[in-house]
């Protein structure tokens, strides 16, 4: 890990590192099912001032990961994207973890309002509300 100012760059080697850094910065977890009850993917989370991180390992090299504003109403098929990459899990946790944790003030983009959480799919067609930490 290097810090560079107030950000910190970890260098991602395996998706059991990558997971334990996102839990360590507060992403919490979901695993939507298909209706056999199997996982489908490891969604993770993270609602910090007005944005939404968001990662889906769908496989080891099939991740997506997603920042938007907190406004969003579908975290899983969000209508903005502010960033969004996708890849293998090495560099697609690498790339998020990268991110800055600040938000943009007066930002056109960003809303000002602070997201207190967001709605997450679960099982058998329920949501989860995960709160901001």
């Known amino acids: ?45 993270r609602v910090h001032d007005n944005v939404v991180d968001v990662v889906r390992l769908n496989a080891e090299d099939d991740v997506i990961a997603t920042r938007m504003p907190g406004t969003e109403e579908d975290i899983l098929e969000p ?10 899990a090495a560099t697609v946790l690498t790339a998020l973890l990268a991110l800055p944790d600040e938000r943009t003030p007066g930002s056109l983009l960003l809303p000002e309002t602070v997201s207190k959480g967001c709605w997450v799919p679960g099982r058998g067609g329920t949501s989860k509300w995960l709160a901001a930490s």
């Open 79 to 88: 209508e903005v994207r502010l960033w969004q990459t996708a890849g293998d």
């Open 1 to 45: 890990m290097t810090f560079s100012g107030d950000t910190i760059t970890a260098e991602i080697t395996d998706i059991e590192s990558g997971l334990q850094e996102l839990i360590n910065r507060g992403y919490q977890f979901v695993h939507p099912c298909d209706a056999n009850g199997e996982v489908i993917a490891v969604v993770g989370v």
